[in-house]
T-cell receptor, first 111, second 115 residues
């Protein structure tokens, strides 16, 4: 079983749509959670951290469910510029900053 | 304040040659991480280094791959006798501290193509 699993997509949605991605992780002792965005042939960039209480940044909302070991990302009012691969990232407990990446979910927003 | 600098950005090597990828962390950062991304896959952790020390190399292939982060100069990821399967994007990242909670910054990556 992969340490971090995501639906690879692609998700093809029209502008203005709401789209949700889920991610599951295998290690119940995981301590930190993030969503990164990666454009084609570019480095991953931190989109947002994910907290148990949930957090929102503009059109983006992230949720963490520790009991079920899954993380979600909701994008409202999709823009063409949201087209990218979204990477679910986990840090397992162990004392240092070792990021474990999911394979990513591709989003394509069309006019 | 320059970000994480990687070079070369693109590298083409013939099978059997050596590839050297360099990474200069952000100013003030002494923790460096290397990740590999194969086509259509996510990033995979390779190695975590501090100055002059390898802390965790659990993601490094057992043969042909080595990494260093000397007291002076950039971190180097070295791949000897490259094979076609080594073709990938290699990302370096750095952080000020090693504990989780320290933000990690990624370089733009080095794309290795083995022909």
């Amino acid at each position: 079983r992969k340490e971090v699993e995501q639906d690879p997509g692609p998700f093809n949605v029209p502008e203005g749509a709401t789209v949700a991605f889920n991610c599951t992780y295998s290690n119940s002792a995981s301590q930190s959670f993030f969503w990164y965005r990666q454009d084609c042939r570019k480095e991953p960039k931190l989109l947002m951290s994910v907290y148990s209480s949930g957090n929102e940044d503009g059109r983006f909302t992230a949720q963490l469910n520790r009991a079920s070991q899954y993380i979600s990302l909701l994008i409202r009012d999709s823009k063409l510029s949201d087209s990218a691969t979204y990477l679910c990232v986990v840090i397992f407990s162990g004392g240092y900053n070792k990021l474990i990446f999911g394979a990513g979910t591709r989003l394509a927003v069309h006019p | 304040n320059a970000g994480v600098m990687q070079n070369p950005r693109h590298l083409v090597r013939r099978r059997g040659q050596e590839a050297r990828l360099r990474c200069s962390p952000m100013k003030g950062h002494s923790h460096v991480y290397w990740y590999r991304q194969l086509p259509e896959e996510g990033l995979k952790f390779m190695v975590y280094l501090q100055k002059e020390n390898i802390i965790d190399e659990s993601g490094m292939p057992k043969e042909r791959f080595s990494a260093e982060f000397p007291k002076e100069g950039p971190s180097i990821l070295r791949i000897q006798q490259v094979v076609r399967g080594d073709s990938a994007a290699y990302f370096c990242a750095s952080s000020e501290g090693g504990a989780s909670g320290n933000t990690i910054y990624f370089g733009e990556g080095s794309w290795l193509t083995v022909v």
